[in-house]
């Protein structure tokens, strides 16, 4: 059973950084998307930036890019981490953060709904 929890959230100046981590266990596929995606109160979940593994063929959102990192480090064959570096850091950027795994590295990455294990979210708050 594949398991996905994520770590790492906290608050921040705007400017400052942080580093989401994303542990995904269970793992039976021999490539995956991973993807980190948010949501604010109030708002849809927006798409933040994906990874295929092991590829590592990576999809951010729109303007996001310049700012964030996602990359990965595999264990072993059933475990994989994700990271997102996030820097310069704004107010904007304050919301729930949740990763998400889809067995297979088809499909339009952004797309929450082929995502099929989340975790449970990590908050993130930036102040200005």
């Known amino acids: 059973q594949v398991q996905v929890a994520e770590s790492g959230g906290g608050s921040a100046q705007a400017g400052g950084s942080l580093r989401l981590s994303c542990a995904a266990s269970?793992?039976?596929?021999?490539?995956?998307?991973v993807g980190w995606f948010r949501q604010a109160p109030g708002g849809g979940r927006e798409a933040v930036a994906t990874i295929c593994i092991p590829d590592g063929r990576t999809w951010y959102g729109d303007s996001l890019k310049d700012r964030f990192t996602i990359s990965q480090d595999s264990q072993d064959y059933a475990v994989k981490t994700v990271y997102l570096q996030m820097s310069s850091l704004e107010p904007e950027d304050s919301s729930m953060y949740y990763c998400?795994?889809?067995?297979?590295?088809?499909?339009?990455?952004?797309?929450?709904?082929?995502?099929?294990?989340w975790g449970l979210g990590t908050q993130v708050t930036v102040s200005s």
């Open positions: 998400a795994t889809h067995g297979g590295c088809y499909g339009p990455p952004h797309r929450a709904e082929i995502y099929t294990t």
């Open positions: 269970g793992l039976t596929d021999s490539d995956m998307y």
